[in-house]
């Protein structure tokens, strides 16, 4: 099973940017999408935003569009969240995860992926 860690969380101002990193373990990890979950305390696991194996097509929750970027560097088996003019809502834990099929892309729901990471916070201040 692939390996995943997140890093780049931390503590922002509302307006700032942070970016966060998701490496993984494996080189099989090109075949598949890949995604950006977060979870706020009390809260339900939300998609953030998604992109194919090929990097060619992102998705996104409308609740982040404009603001949040996800690219991927295959030969470095790392993908990005850029996120841009932050929140206070969207102060969360992030979590990476791959698509369970390989090439398989725009799933939304959690249970259509696997190999989550252990997280990184992000918090928004007002």
């Known amino acids: 099973q692939v390996q995943l860690v997140e890093s780049g969380g931390g503590l922002v101002q509302a307006g700032g940017s942070l970016r966060l990193s998701c490496v993984a373990s494996?080189?099989?990890?090109?075949?598949?999408?890949m995604a950006w979950f977060r979870r706020a305390p009390g809260m339900e696991r939300e998609f953030v935003g998604g992109?194919?194996?090929?990097?060619?097509?992102?998705f996104y929750a409308d609740s982040v569009k404009g603001r949040f970027t996800i690219s991927r560097d295959n030969p470095k088996n790392t993908v990005y969240l850029q996120m841009n003019s932050l929140k206070p809502e969207d102060t969360a834990a992030y979590y990476c995860?791959?698509?369970?099929?390989?090439?398989?892309?725009?799933?939304?729901?959690?249970?259509?992926?696997?190999?989550w990471g252990q997280g990184t916070q992000v918090t928004v201040s007002s």
């Open positions: 992109i194919s194996a090929s990097g060619l097509r992102t």
């Open positions: 494996e080189r099989t990890f090109r075949q598949y999408a």
């Open positions: 995860a791959v698509d369970s099929l390989p090439h398989r892309t725009g799933a939304t729901d959690p249970a259509y992926y696997t190999s």
